[in-house]
T-cell receptor
Framework: GQNIDQPTEMTATEGAIVQINCTYQ??????LFWYQQHAGEAPTFLSY????GLEEKGRFSSFLSRSKGYSYLLLKELQMKDSASYLC???????????????FGTGTLLAVQP | DAMVIQNPRYQVTQFGKPVTLSCSQT?????MYWYQQKSSQAPKLLFH???????NEADTPDNFQSRRPNTSFCFLDIRSPGLGDAAMYLC????????????FGPGTRLTVL
């Protein structure tokens, strides 16, 4: 089976840096994605890792260690509009399965305070 | 712009009355997903299509069915909605290749009375 864990909630200050962790256990790993979701809206894609290391996209960076089953999303220069849920999602080819599927973690609700 | 469209955005149905949600895409992606998301929870995968191949999750209730008549369209049928089926239903698509980022539609919020 698959297991993806994230902290439930985090709080950070405007202008600061925050790191949101994600740990996973899965077979057939084929990539890890980070999505942002504001209340009542659909998730929007932020970042993607398939190989170990750091991917940087503006204020957002994501890191992956496949051997440790670990990823984090780093948000710099926090803004009030960054208050949202951050979802870690793993794409994997299940044992005995024919196609990849995308499974989401529990999500982390980030509150950015002035 | 290429996109994922879901209709309707809001759907109200009565307990036990069948309902169909639709999803269309102009991205020509071969994979289409249906997720159920309840308040303050992560999206839960119900099933997905790889082209015409249907892949059901083991814990998806039989009450939920899906159809994909062509590449562009996918439907979610809830045969006898219960109060516990009230949720946001999200459709997503992804293309071939290793990246295969999933693109989400705006979702349909289902209310069951």
């Amino acid at each position: 089976g698959q297991n993806i864990d994230q902290p439930t909630e985090m709080t950070a200050t405007e202008g600061a840096i925050v790191q949101i962790n994600c740990t996973y256990q899965t077979s057939g790993f084929n990539g890890l994605f980070w999505y942002q979701q504001h209340a009542g809206e659909a998730p929007t894609f932020l970042s993607y890792n398939v190989l170990d290391g750091l991917e940087e996209k503006g204020r957002f960076s994501s890191f992956l260690s496949r051997s440790k089953g670990y990823s984090y999303l780093l948000l710099k220069e926090l803004q009030m509009k960054d208050s949202a849920s951050y979802l870690c999602a793993v794409r994997a080819l299940p044992y005995g399965g024919a196609t990849n599927k995308l499974i989401f973690g529990t999500g982390t609700l980030l509150a950015v305070q002035p | 712009d290429a996109m994922v469209i879901q209709n309707p955005r809001y759907q109200v149905t009565q307990f036990g009355k069948p309902v169909t949600l639709s999803c269309s895409q102009t991205l020509n992606h071969n994979v289409m997903y249906w997720y159920q998301q309840k308040s303050s929870q992560a999206p839960k995968l119900l099933f997905h299509y790889y082209d015409k191949d249907f892949n059901n999750e083991a814990d998806t209730p039989d009450n939920f069915q899906s159809r994909r008549p062509n590449t562009s369209f996918c439907f979610l049928d809830i045969r006898s909605p219960g109060l516990g089926d009230a949720a946001m239903y999200l459709c997503a698509t992804s293309g071939r290749g290793l990246a295969g980022v999933a693109h989400f539609g705006p979702g349909t919020r289902l209310t069951v009375l």
